[in-house]
């Protein structure tokens, strides 16, 4: 090994020891309730496929009839010759889905939130950013050189002070948070937090990346939730969670759509969404519109794997939606106790520093509407076996 990257090896050994390594699990299933991973046939206790819309029939099939009639390459960036009618069509429907007046799509939700911050904001302005906000929001702001001033989580009094401290200092300000929190599984009080922008002329920003699919009617996310159409001046989006494929999406004002197609980086450097997962977003919204079946499933789910763990002696933390943290403190025993559910049967990854603090390591259920009872009953016996082995409930 070259002695210029011996210090990487350094890291990587030092990761190690302190329990923080990504081990990375192969899938060789589609996704579901039930996955082969490594080999082995295990309950999934781990995507974010909400809805099991990931392999569900009627996306599958628009997706294949798009890759015939369009194949396989976007062949350019969207603003060359890379957009598709079937763009177009996916940006009116999601627009129309979540009530607000125009969408523009990304390759995905981070690129989403790089390119709408960085648009939005520069070296002579300020964000406001919730201290627990997504890395890919953390990401946008720094990229857009904007001052970060982090307000305490899901505080809008402390929000308000920061920007009272803040006035006459900036350009132009933006409030940005998460909806839905995707370690804790908390939502952000919207409501509360846009009386504060709206009050001192601030702009709003939500990444609503766990919130669509899952709160407000038949999925339609957090804005809906809280009936704030028209107030919220930008929302993130990402197609990769109850949408069940990929990509990413800002929704709302017209203007600020506008100006992403003009500025947004990603969306003029960067090569368009394949046709075959534009259809399927398509075909996600097609579904979502026709009922509300599955999204009260995994509503219904959710409550009461919830309400068992929680009889079992296991901490959910602060979790309100189908995110379930199990809390367990330090990451060796997050990964000890996910790798003996993993032994039962069960995949359920451990998550720690740096995507959680130090110290609050734990494991996070995902839980679907493509799981059956008899599937939660599985793993929450799994999780009674193994926590009692490992002494975290008694
Ligand atoms: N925002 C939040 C809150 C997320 O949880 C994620 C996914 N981890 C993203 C954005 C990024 O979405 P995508 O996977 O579509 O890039």
Redesign the pocket.
């Known amino acids: 090994m070259s002695e210029r990257l011996q210090w990487i090896q350094d890291e990587l050994d030092r990761l190690k020891e302190s329990g923080l390594y990504n081990r990375i699990r192969t899938i060789s299933t589609p996704q579901g309730a039930w996955l082969v991973v490594d080999g082995k046939r295990v309950l999934n206790f781990c995507s974010?496929n909400y809805l099991g819309f990931a392999n569900h029939p009627r996306l599958v099939e628009k997706a294949r009839q798009a890759l015939e009639k369009y194949g396989v390459g976007p062949g350019a960036v969207r603003t060359i010759a890379g957009t598709l009618d079937l763009h177009t069509e996916l940006e009116r429907r999601i627009a129309a889905f979540k009530g607000v007046d125009a969408a523009i799509t990304f390759q995905?939700?981070?690129?989403?939130?790089l390119a709408t911050i960085a648009a939005l904001v520069g070296k002579e302005d300020v964000v406001f950013s919730d201290e627990l906000n997504?890395a890919?929001?953390i990401d946008g702001c720094r990229l857009s050189g904007a001052r970060i001033v982090r307000y305490a989580h899901a505080d809008p009094v402390d929000l308000e002070a920061r920007i009272r401290e803040n006035e006459g200092t900036y350009r132009r300000a933006i409030a940005i948070t998460?909806g839905v929190f995707?370690m804790d599984g908390d939502i952000a009080p919207l409501d509360k937090i846009y009386e504060v922008t709206s009050a001192y002329n601030v702009m709003l920003m939500v990444?609503d990346?766990?919130g669509e699919g899952v709160l407000g009617k038949g999925g339609r996310g957090i804005v809906d939730h809280f009936n704030l159409h028209g107030k919220v001046d930008i929302e993130?989006g990402?197609?990769?969670?109850a949408f069940g494929v990929?990509?990413?999406v800002s929704a709302g004002s017209p203007l600020v759509v506008e100006w992403l197609r003009q500025r947004g980086r990603p969306f003029l450097f960067s090569s368009a969404t394949p046709a075959a997962d534009v259809a399927a977003c398509i075909a996600a919204i097609d579904v979502l519109e026709e009922s509300t079946e599955l999204v009260d499933r995994l509503w219904e789910n959710a409550r009461y794997f919830k309400a068992e763990m929680k009889k079992l002696g296991f901490d959910t933390g602060v979790s309100v939606t189908p995110i379930t943290p199990i809390m367990l403190g330090e990451a060796p025993l997050a990964q000890q106790f996910s790798r003996e559910l993993f032994e039962e049967g069960v995949f359920a990854m451990a998550i720690g520093y740096p995507t959680v603090p130090h110290g609050k390591a734990r494991i996070r259920v995902m839980i679907s509407a493509a799981h059956s009872k008899d599937d939660l009953d599985k793993g929450l016996e799994a999780f009674a076996r193994v926590g009692k082995r490992l002494g975290v409930i008694g």
């Open positions: 974010n995905s939700g981070f690129t989403a939130n997504h890919s929001i998460d995707s990444d990346a766990h993130i990402t197609f990769s969670k990929v990509g990413g």
